[in-house]
């Protein structure tokens, strides 16, 4: 959820978005969801999004792979929680985003593939792991999927660049 948070004329709005995202792997590959942003080109990002008003990040998860991605999932393991702060969010001049980031391990106990429609993103896929590197992809990728290998104890990982995006 982006909530909004307006102050002095002339001043930064500041936006606090709080979001959950799923790591499911199958052998190799990762799934992942094709992300169409409000602006800009489409990107790859990890099955989530925000989290309602009055919802659970552990039940946000779960919505969100079934809607983008059409699996049923159970939570295996919370993997961590990753802050930032960017200072624009869709262009919108004089914003001030702070992104949170829930991090869970799941694992499909039902439905088949399918894309989401009339949804933020349009395309469900199984991605090999070796391949990620090259796709335009959300920041957060990298992040989780180092979370999801390293596993560490605080449920952070250090050193993830600010930018929303990774080019290759």
Not at 53 to 68: F, L, N, Q, T
Not at 114 to 132: K, M
Request: hydrophobic content about 35%; glycine content about 10%; charged content about 25%.
């Amino acid at each position: 959820m982006i909530i909004g948070y307006p102050q002095n004329a002339g001043m930064t709005t500041r936006l606090l978005r709080v979001a959950a995202y799923a790591v499911c792997t199958r052998g190799d590959d990762v799934l992942m969801a094709r992300y169409l942003p409000p602006v800009g080109g489409p990107y790859w990002t990890l099955p989530g999004g925000k989290v309602e008003h009055a919802e659970d990040p552990y039940r946000a998860v779960i919505r969100e792979v079934a809607e983008e991605t059409g699996y049923q999932v159970r939570v295996e393991r919370l993997l961590g929680v990753d802050s930032r702060v960017r200072l624009t969010v869709w262009g919108r001049p004089d914003t001030e985003q702070h992104s949170i980031g829930v991090f869970y391990r799941v694992k499909i106990t039902g439905g088949e593939l399918s894309n989401e429609v009339d949804g933020s993103t349009d395309l469900a896929q199984w991605i090999p792991r070796a391949e990620i590197h090259k796709l335009e992809r959300a920041q957060l990728v990298d992040t989780a999927l180092e979370l999801d290998r390293l596993e560490p104890v605080t449920g952070h990982v250090e050193g993830r660049p600010d930018s929303a995006l990774l080019h290759r």
